[in-house]
């Protein structure tokens, strides 16, 4: 198995528990933790968190890929 690359946060490794409990970049709205019960404007606030960071995400993977076509 390939090692876990760096976090874009500054982690030197992504996993599972830096991304759910420790990464900056993957915090809900308030960095509250665990399963809650969201009002629908929470709610709304932390759909809208979680797709603005998945777009950035794939840009910035877009981005890379084309980079490492073009070395």
């Known amino acids: 198995m390939a090692p876990f690359a ?3 946060s500054g982690a030197e490794e992504q996993t599972v528990d830096h991304v759910v409990l420790h990464c900056p970049i993957h915090q809900p709205p308030c960095r ?3 399963l809650m019960v969201l009002d629908g404007e929470t709610n709304k606030m932390a759909a809208q968190h979680v797709a603005r ?3 950035q995400r794939r840009i910035r993977y877009k981005q890379l890929a084309q980079a490492m076509k073009g070395s």
Do not use: F, K
């Open 53 to 55: 960071n998945l777009v």
């Open 32 to 34: 509250v933790h665990g």
């Open 6 to 8: 760096a976090c874009e």
